[in-house]
């Protein structure tokens, strides 16, 4: 758990390799929880918040330094189709970043020594569809409606008192830009990831352009890719380092493939934590993993890093 004498997560990046957890939903889904509705594993911010500080708490006890928030498909108008009013939904909100801070009390009451950081999901509109276009982008917004649509729940958020915003699973570099017009000036720092398609977002931009957005903002500490194959992740580390001088994130899924239609995952998993070697060398440190990446991938990618 972070303390006045921890260091900030960017200095620990400007130290060496930071370790984040897995994907939220495959391990509450693994703890028995059905997840197929459109708030996905938010609704169990309302239901079963204690599954969520458990999911939380078994990638601290792996190896994990860094929790991402179960606020991922959480937003205003996502609560607002389910009839919860403004209210209720920034306590829930805040209580994404609660949960987390519990999970990193706890594990440091089990024995964990080491710095836990707490990191505030915000994904992408697409995300609030629950229709797949988070893979797609492009939805027919400007960067000024897509800023309205982020900025409450940024602000929100932020107010929580995380340690960064993830600004995550990004497709669209329009949407990058709204984004970073939405924490400018809150003084949270935050991290920014595309889901890419080779060396490009899914929306279709070069990665060059996309990351270059992110160059000279102060609030980034760190810029990435997460969500995506596993085999993008090494030239969009190089891009990310080399266009933005930052510290990289890089937490790809498996390697199965979404059926958006079917809501199943396809095909067989391609993720090893032999991988993340070279991407540290490429420049990442930040590192990690997103859909169908448990608890036992991130130990194996934890003592691996150790061990490199």
């Not at 197929?36 to 601290?60: C, G, K, N, Q």
């Not at 999901?121 to 893979?135: I, K, Q, R, T």
């Not at 398609?197 to 990351?211: H, N």
Request: glycine fraction near 12%; hydrophobic fraction near 45%.
């Amino acid at each position: 758990m972070t303390s006045d004498t921890s260091p900030s997560l960017a200095d620990a990046l400007a130290a060496g390799t930071v370790v984040l957890d897995g994907g939220m939903s495959n391990q509450l889904e693994s703890a028995g929880h059905d997840l197929s509705d459109e708030l996905w594993s938010a609704r169990l911010l309302a239901e079963r918040p204690e599954a969520v500080t458990e999911a939380h708490l078994a990638y601290f006890r792996a190896g994990a330094s860094v929790a991402i928030t179960a606020s991922y498909q959480a937003t205003f108008e996502g609560f607002g189709k389910r009839g919860i009013g403004r209210a209720e939904a920034a306590r829930l909100l805040a209580r994404s970043v609660d949960l987390a801070r519990t999970a990193a009390r706890r594990a440091a009451d089990a024995g964990v020594r080491r710095p836990l950081w707490v990191a505030a999901s915000v994904g992408p509109y697409g995300a609030m569809l629950a229709d797949g276009s988070e893979y797609r982008g492009r939805y027919g917004l400007g960067v000024a409606e897509l800023e309205r649509f982020h900025r409450p729940r940024i602000e929100t958020l932020a107010a929580a008192a995380p340690d960064v915003l993830a600004l995550e699973t990004v497709p669209d570099a329009d949407e990058a830009a709204a984004l970073l017009r939405a924490v400018r000036g809150l003084g949270v720092p935050a991290w920014l990831t595309y889901t890419v398609d080779g060396r490009r977002t899914r929306a279709g931009q070069p990665l060059e352009e996309a990351f270059a957005l992110a160059a000279d903002a102060e609030e980034v500490i760190a810029v990435g890719v997460n969500c995506c194959a596993p085999g993008d992740v090494g030239p969009a580390v190089e891009i990310a380092a080399r266009v933005t001088g930052k510290p990289v994130v890089a937490y790809p899924n498996s390697g199965e493939g979404w059926d958006a239609g079917a809501r199943a995952w396809r095909g067989g998993a391609t993720f090893g934590a032999a991988q993340v070697t070279a991407w540290r060398e490429a420049g990442a440190r930040l590192i990690g993993g997103c859909c169908r990446v448990g608890p036992e991938s991130i130990g194996e990618i934890a003592r691996t890093l150790d061990a490199a």
